[in-house]
């Protein structure tokens, strides 16, 4: 029996003619491809990166970065939708690569249809995030137009709360910050935003 490859950022740095409108993760050695979201995928972050900024930069309480790398190790980089990080872990955090390569005390995934993306940010990125430390984690579908609050336990990053457009996204590890869910999605048209992502839909960032 041939044992599968076990990627690590070194190989994907040696891949020759990556695509520029696909994103590559690596996961526990496991190579993830997707294309590019969809453009309502886009603004939505756009628009949770510049209410968290708004908040935590004036505030002098951190920073939110839209898609940024994030390499816990050789065989683990990820590129979240969006992170948010405190002020006084930034430089720490940082790397001189650009990367980030330690947890966010925010991560935020807009959850795509298909199979492959929903088990990536659900499953996958969740126990990857959880055993590295990530104090809280966002999962978004703008279709429903619900967002998923999950925070650290002892075992696992936990679900405390599924909020809708009239509910205010509030966190005790975001002191201040305070918005409706509806004024994150404000630029997202709602006649589309009627079903959730499926598995049965086509796989796709």
């Known amino acids: 029996m041939v044992a599968s490859m076990r990627w690590t950022i070194a190989d994907l740095a040696a891949l020759p003619n990556l695509r520029e409108d696909c994103r590559y993760e690596i996961i526990d050695g496991e190579l993830h491809v997707s294309s590019q979201p969809d453009w309502r995928h886009q603004v939505l972050g756009d628009t949770i990166v510049a209410a968290l900024n708004a908040w935590g930069v004036r505030a002098g309480k951190g920073l939110a970065v839209s898609a940024p790398g994030v390499i816990f190790s050789p065989e683990n980089a990820v590129a979240p939708d969006v992170v948010w990080v405190r002020r006084e872990r930034f430089a720490?955090?940082?790397?001189?690569?650009?990367?980030?390569?330690?947890?966010?005390?925010?991560?935020?995934e807009i959850l795509s249809p298909g199979t492959t993306n929903i088990h990536r940010d659900r499953e996958a990125k969740m126990d990857l995030y959880f055993r590295w430390g990530v104090l809280e984690y966002w999962i978004v579908d703008w279709r429903p137009r619900r967002l998923e609050v999950y925070r650290r336990q002892e075992t696992q990053l936990c679900v405390v709360g599924t909020l809708s457009e009239d509910d205010f996204v509030r966190s005790p590890n975001l002191p201040g910050f305070s918005a409706t869910l509806g004024d994150l999605?404000?630029?997202?048209?709602?006649?589309?935003?009627?079903?959730?992502?499926?598995?049965?839909?086509?796989?796709?960032a």
């Open 92 to 108: 720490a955090v940082l790397g001189h690569d650009g990367k980030l390569h330690a947890a966010p005390d925010l991560m935020v």
């Open 185 to 204: 999605l404000a630029q997202i048209p709602e006649d589309i935003g009627d079903a959730p992502a499926t598995e049965e839909d086509d796989d796709g």
